[in-house]
């Protein structure tokens, strides 16, 4: 029989500031309460689990651990029970009674800094348990320790204002019993479906089953319905499983689950690392992109577990942007957590994790890659564009990035066929001419601008085979890109090309002589459109065509500039210079014009040509069409 030892403790003055903090500033979801009392019941099973290997007493002849969770509207109360170690008088003063014991200026203290300590404070200050006044106006904890009599049970109740009370009881079943009685407005969580759509999305995989009860019809001839507890979560992660004991319809089931996709992923990714760190991931590509991918601020990011105790959806710290279409989970117990395990704390750990998930995400692209290239031609056309994101905010991996790469060419594509995205930089790198020295590359806004481009006449008369980029990315991704196999990249609109490597001797004389003796012709178009071109120069790039538009060699492209002015970004004047063919025959004729009047107009129609050739807008368009109907109607005298 035991002796009733009831006693009341005051919590320090600081306690009621502290649990006002708790329940209103450290949780931003009232919910998030169960999944603490939860977990905290999954750890005293674990516990027991451990301590029972050494002392197989400690079961007391039931080995099934569980917990239980039962609710009573008409009283709104919700009841957590465990029947894992449980705890002594001691334990409960220890532990929640840390917060009076260890001093609340110390805990304040630390929350308030970023100190590393304070990725503990949960388990040193109990502080999970006591979101429970997040929702409850008072609570009751009834407990005892395996091993004890049934006498050395403890009760413990407070409403968080400032003291609890210590009672001893008799307890038969070890373990430990949180009866929550709820505020008047959350009267919601004493609901079965509540509770279970909770239990559902924060604790579906902790591997200690979870009860509630179910109503079902009786046996009896009154046929009253009579409550039976049923198992509401899965009760083992998938991830923790071994691989080989996994289905691949599993592993897309569980896809479907965290992602919310009805699709099928196009691959998986599931491996255990065990070392410094120690921690389990399981990542899919989609099959389909997400409405939302090019919102850089939309939600993002793995769901993130912690001994397979929910924490967060969107852990969008372990996976660079350019990767923000994989989906999937990261289960550790490394991590820095604040007190509410809502925030992750940046330190070493999650840097660690990070480049080795990026690398298993690139790893896992590259296999598809090799292995399968009608599937990875199908990621390609739903991520390759973000993809390309990847050189500029990932230079470690740049290479393996690179590697990814697709891309249509002069060599894979025709006119009229639209664009075939299946030339890598290796293919293009393997097929280079013996003396060529540079991977040359054209962009635009569609695939017959790019591939009717003037600028490509010199490169397909010699065989020269050039990428065609078609996507806003391109641009900026190739001036991250930098180089490939020492192979430097080189757009063919951009400067003065020196194709030296590419000709020969007798070639580069020719064109040395051909400026030469075009000189006067320059200037005079020069001087005709003095003010909307910096510069105009005689080419060897072009063969069919009159005359092309080149910008600087580190100058923005006309694709690029557009892009930006959508975006309302102020652009810098641009210093296009105007290059001609003197074989053309129009250039011809206008070198042998000698009215001026005419020559101007002749001039500003091929450099209106010559913007059109590229895909550009006229800056006077009606001007344009002016000076080209006046040509016309002389034309036709």
């Known amino acids: ?84 170690i449980g705890m002594s008088r001691d334990d409960v003063v220890n532990h929640l009674g840390t917060i009076a014991k260890s001093g609340t200026s110390e805990f304040l203290g630390k929350l308030s800094g970023d100190e590393k300590q304070d990725s503990q404070l949960i388990g040193q200050f109990g502080v999970g348990f006591y979101a429970s006044f997040i929702v409850a106006k008072d609570v009751v904890v009834e407990t005892r320790r395996a091993g004890l009599a049934a006498d050395q049970a403890v009760r413990w109740q407070s409403q968080g204002e400032g003291e609890f009370s210590l009672e001893d009881i008799e307890k038969a079943e070890r373990g430990t019993r949180i009866t929550l009685h709820l505020k008047d407005e959350e009267a919601e969580f004493a609901d079965s479906l509540r509770l279970r759509t909770l239990i559902k999305k924060y604790s579906d995989h902790i591997a200690i089953p979870i009860f509630l009860p179910q109503e079902v019809s009786s046996d009896d001839a009154d046929g009253e319905k009579k409550q039976i507890p049923e198992a509401v979560n899965d009760a083992q992660a998938l991830w923790t499983k071994n691989k080989s004991d996994i289905s691949d319809e599993e592993y897309k089931e569980f896809y479907k689950h965290v992602s919310h996709d009805w699709q099928e992923p196009l691959s998986w990714s599931h491996n255990k690392v065990e070392g410094k760190l120690d921690y389990t991931s399981l990542l899919y590509i989609p099959s389909q992109a997400p409405m939302d991918l090019w919102n850089r601020d939309a939600a993002r990011g793995l769901k993130l577990y912690t001994q397979r105790v929910y924490i967060m959806d969107e852990a969008e710290q372990f996976l660079p942007l350019y990767l923000r279409f994989v989906k999937g989970i990261l289960d550790s117990n490394d991590l820095s957590l604040n007190v509410s395990r809502e925030i992750l704390q940046q330190d070493k750990n999650v840097d660690s994790i990070r480049s080795a998930l990026t690398k298993r995400v690139l790893d896992m692209l590259t296999k598809m890659a090799k292995k399968d290239e009608e599937k990875y031609a199908k990621f390609w056309a739903q991520f390759g564009e973000v993809l390309k994101e990847g050189p500029a905010e990932d230079f470690a991996n740049k290479e393996k ?44 806004e569609t695939y017959d601008a790019v591939f009717n481009s003037p600028h490509l006449e010199f490169f397909k008369k010699n065989n020269i085979e050039v990428l065609l980029l078609t996507q806003r990315v391109d641009e900026w991704m190739m001036s991250h890109l930098g180089n490939f196999d020492e192979k430097s990249f080189q757009d063919i609109t951009k400067g003065e090309l020196d194709l030296d490597e590419l000709t020969g001797e007798e070639e580069k004389a020719a064109a040395e002589t051909l400026a030469e003796d075009n000189k006067s012709l320059v200037e005079r178009i020069a001087a005709a459109l003095e003010g909307e071109v910096s510069k105009v120069r005689v080419t060897a790039r072009l063969t069919d065509s009159p005359a092309c538009l080149v910008v600087g060699q580190n100058d923005m492209n006309d694709n690029l500039r557009q892009m930006l002015a959508a975006a309302g970004q102020e652009i810098p004047a641009a210093e296009s210079t105007l290059e001609v063919n003197p074989n053309h025959p129009l250039i011809e004729t206008m070198d042998k014009e000698q009215d001026e009047s005419r020559f101007n107009d002749l001039a500003h129609v091929i450099y209106g040509q010559a913007q059109l050739a590229q895909g550009s807008q006229l800056q006077k368009p009606a001007e344009y069409v002016n000076k080209l109907n006046k040509l016309l109607h002389d034309l036709m005298k």
């Open 1 to 84: 029989m035991t002796t009733n030892q009831k006693e009341t403790m005051g919590f320090k003055t600081e306690v009621k500031q502290l649990l006002h903090l708790m329940i209103h500033s450290l949780y931003s979801n009232k919910e998030i309460f169960l999944r603490e009392l939860v977990s905290n019941a999954s750890d005293a099973c674990d516990k027991l689990r451990f301590e029972a290997v050494s002392n197989g007493d400690l079961y007391e002849g039931d080995g099934e651990l569980a917990i239980h969770i039962d609710f009573d509207a008409e009283k709104k109360t919700v009841i957590i029970e465990d029947n894992g």
């Open 401 to 444: 990035i690179a590697n990814l790469f697709r891309f249509a060419s002069t060599n894979n594509s025709a006119q009229g066929e639209g664009s075939s995205d299946s030339v890598t930089l290796a293919d293009y790198v393997s097929r280079m001419k013996e003396d060529q020295k540079k991977i040359y590359y054209v962009t635009g």
